[in-house]
């Protein structure tokens, strides 16, 4: 947790502009809009994957405590690291009588992911660790079900699979991804166990069709109530695209497979631990499906998790959405718990009493080593750099905006959020498309019609940011040719004497004074 904190302490201009672009304000903004401008959710078009739970409660109580999306990042991001490492120490403690050692070296496993900022300097990968509403907690949900999962073999507790169902119908609701990093490894699980554990196979069978039911029910009664609009992924099953994303994702890992890379190291050691996983399946499958009930708790463990590497990995390439590399968010966790569990697949092919007792010394003395090392190399100030990061892009049109008393506008969708989120002088500007119609991803629809507060006033809109020709060619065609315009940062900001959309969503039309009766 603590790397992960000084992640946030080492970040360039660049890393911050990317640490805190659009798509990552997606919850701060929710706040905002819900508990600063005292607005409601009705109206809003959120994410394909919602990010309802736990992303939304647990960012919100942050946010409330910290004051600042900022810090409320910060604080998100390395609890979501810790969680990471707790859910699967806890998980291998469950199967594993030598879980102190590999619990251990679970934290040096992870802390690479972190490392390879400061190593590769590659920022954007480990950001998939630290950022919200990535897809992530769909992964640290299938981790706390797991966990449900073989407390309730253990036990045979029922309550067990009750707290899958819970958990695990607002984890769908939230993301359907969720049944590919839960619900299909679960399935196979529940498979193998019908062979020598019918009982417990049956249960698990059961809870799992269940979450995935009531999750889907629970998903589409929230869409029946029309307060919401969730729109459809960018692909789902766009089998057609199934070659290129092949393609994308072999050419990306190409990409990091260097030895002159950490990245390249990481993904070495996943594979290394994935084919041993798969060896002890093999090995251990006339156990796991023989007569009688031979496997143990390890070797389920290894067989579910060897499914859930191979499910996860692929799924997006079958899906056809790898459509780019920044699409690893779906497939992310796979590398993760591939390389964390590399000791546990180690051991599957050594005694305990076989491993020295300066291997238990190494596992604690070189993560220590590894984060004094990483402190010593902080800037200073960056923790304040972070925390007061202000864009040079928004002061620059908070600059103008000043000068001009201007106070809505519209953006595309890349710098509009950004400037609203962080303007100082409380600039709202809204997300359209280069012909100037309004684009509802991530935005509240009522924003373009209504001022913030209670939508009981009507807004107009005094300037325009265009960042192409197409833009400041459809700015100038629908507001007047003779505009005053000055040079913003990358932008041209148009000034305009009022303009305002009509409420239908679609079309919209220019209004030089007032809106028309």
């Known amino acids: 947790m603590l790397l992960a904190f000084f992640v946030f302490c080492d970040l360039s201009e660049w890393e911050l502009s990317f640490l805190f672009k659009s798509d990552a304000l997606y919850l701060p903004s929710i706040y905002k809009d819900l508990y600063i401008d005292g607005n409601t959710f009705r109206g809003w078009h959120v994410n394909p994957a ?5 992303d939304m409660p647990l960012f919100f109580l942050l946010n409330l405590c910290s004051g600042s999306f900022i810090i409320a990042t910060i604080m998100y991001g390395v609890i979501q690291v810790g969680l990471t490492s707790l859910l699967l120490y806890l998980l291998i403690k469950k199967v594993d009588a030598n879980y102190h050692l590999n619990g251990l070296f679970l934290n040096l496993m992870l802390m690479t992911f972190l490392l390879v900022h400061f190593v590769d300097g590659h920022f954007a990968y480990s950001f998939q660790l630290l950022i919200n509403g990535y897809h992530y907690s769909a992964f640290l949900s299938a981790l706390l079900c797991f966990n449900f999962v073989f407390s309730f073999l ?14 695990g119908s607002f984890a769908i609701a939230s993301d359907r991804l969720f049944i590919v990093t839960f ?54 099953m766009d089998f057609e695209n199934i070659k290129q994303s092949w393609f994308i994702l072999v050419g990306q890992l190409g990409d990091w497979l260097s030895l002159t890379k950490l990245k390249g190291w990481i993904l070495i050691g996943a594979m290394v631990s994935f084919v041993i996983m798969l060896i002890n399946v093999v090995l251990q499958l006339p156990k796991i499906v023989g007569k009688k009930a031979q496997a143990d708790y390890k070797s389920l463990f290894v067989f579910l998790t060897a499914t859930f590497i191979l499910t996860v990995f692929i799924a997006p390439v079958l899906n056809g959405s790898y459509t780019g590399w920044d699409t690893m968010r779906y497939n992310f966790s796979s590398y993760i718990v591939s390389l964390s569990l590399l000791p546990v697949a180690v051991g599957l092919f050594l005694k305990p009493r076989s491993i020295p007792k300066w291997v238990f010394s190494l596992a604690t003395v070189v993560p220590i080593a590894i984060v004094v090392v990483v402190y010593l190399g902080l800037p200073n100030g960056g923790f304040s750099k972070t925390t007061n990061y202000y864009p040079p892009r928004v002061e620059a049109v908070d600059q103008v905006a000043e000068k001009f008393n201007l106070q809505y506008g519209i953006a595309p969708y890349n710098d509009a959020k950004v400037i609203t989120m962080f303007s100082k002088n409380k600039l709202r500007v809204y997300t359209v498309f280069d012909g100037l119609t309004p684009w509802f991803h991530v935005t509240n629809h009522n924003w373009f019609y209504k001022k913030v507060g209670g939508w009981d006033q009507d807004v107009t809109f005094d300037f325009v940011l265009a960042k192409n020709k197409e833009a400041r060619n459809a700015t100038r065609q629908l507001l007047g040719p003779n505009l005053d315009s000055v040079s913003v940062s990358e932008w041209t900001l148009y000034k305009t004497d009022g303009f305002t959309f009509p409420n239908d969503g679609v079309h919209w039309e220019p209004l030089l004074s007032g809106r028309p009766e």
Request: aromatic fraction near 16%.
């Open 154 to 167: 253990k036990s045979k507790n029922r309550r067990w699979l009750f707290l899958i169902v819970i958990f």
């Open 183 to 236: 619900s299909a490894p679960a399935l196979a699980l529940a498979a193998g166990l019908m062979f020598n554990r019918r009982k417990a196979g049956v249960w698990v069978l059961l809870a799992v069709i269940l979450t995935s039911y009531t999750g889907l029910e629970l998903y589409e009664f929230i869409l029946r109530q029309g307060y919401i609009k969730i729109p459809e992924p960018h692909k789902f």
């Open 50 to 54: 919602p990010n309802f739970f736990p």
